[in-house]
């Protein structure tokens, strides 16, 4: 079974420019989260997707962040305009139903803003 | 709100030994799970062990075991026999199951480094 994928795997960018993450769930996950991970602390939920609705974006600055689940399967992460605080790793996550239990993490693309 | 705190920013322990690493959490709910996730430096997040709230009996996985008291709000992590590949950090988190969202909420993380 294939994990979770992401891309890309580390971005550097200008504060004011614009990014994109992507993630590709596992086969079959109704669930997908996006987390923001700043250095030294823990996973922070930004979004949380349930097929292609929305179930939480209550911490996702929607000044600057958005995101979008298309077809209920793959989804992009987007910011614009950057940030110097945005820096962090973006983790996306997956699990098979909202109840269950074990969430599947990606490798996580580290975003370096200048 | 529910919070996580680990106290412990960094553990040490002998290859070989026993360690206990140390989350609290606060909430007002009485159904929800914890679990402990271990993050490599390669950062893929993986479970370790999980543990229903409405158990009493503490969760075991291999060398993992936790001691959880619920009225203490207190959830620790026991590894045991530790291995080089132990070293990584520990993340406790706090899963709400009353709520609409099933809102994960994570601790800042306890490294733990494992001496040869």
């Known amino acids: 079974e294939a994990g979770v994928a992401q891309s890309p795997r580390y971005k550097i960018i200008e504060k004011r420019q614009s990014v994109a993450f992507w993630c590709n769930p596992i086969s079959g996950h109704a669930t997908l989260y996006w987390y923001q991970q700043i250095l030294g602390q823990g996973p922070k939920l930004l979004i949380q997707f349930q097929n292609n609705g929305v179930v939480d974006d209550s911490q996702l600055p929607k000044d600057r962040f958005s995101a979008e689940r298309l077809k209920g399967v793959d989804s992009t992460l987007k910011i614009q305009p950057a940030k110097l605080e945005d820096s962090a790793v973006y983790l996306c996550?997956?699990?098979?139903?909202?109840?269950?239990?074990?969430?599947?993490f990606g490798p996580g693309t580290r975003l370096t803003v200048t | 709100a529910q919070t996580v705190t680990q106290s412990q920013p960094e553990m040490s322990v002998q290859e070989a030994e026993t360690v206990t690493l140390s989350c609290t959490y606060d909430t007002s709910e009485s159904d929800y799970y914890l679990f402990w996730y271990k993050q490599p430096p390669s950062r893929q997040m993986i479970l370790v062990i999980r543990?229903?709230?409405?158990?009493?009996q503490n969760a075991t996985e291999n060398r993992f075991s936790v001691n959880f008291q619920k009225a203490a709000k207190s959830f620790s992590l026991k590894i045991s026999d530790s291995q080089l590949g132990d070293a990584a950090m520990y993340f406790c988190a706090y899963r709400s199951l009353t709520s609409g969202t099933y809102k994960y909420i994570f601790g800042t993380g306890t490294r733990l480094k494992v001496l040869a």
């Open positions: 996550a997956s699990s098979l139903r909202q109840i269950s239990y074990e969430q599947y």
């Open positions: 543990q229903e709230a409405y158990k009493q």
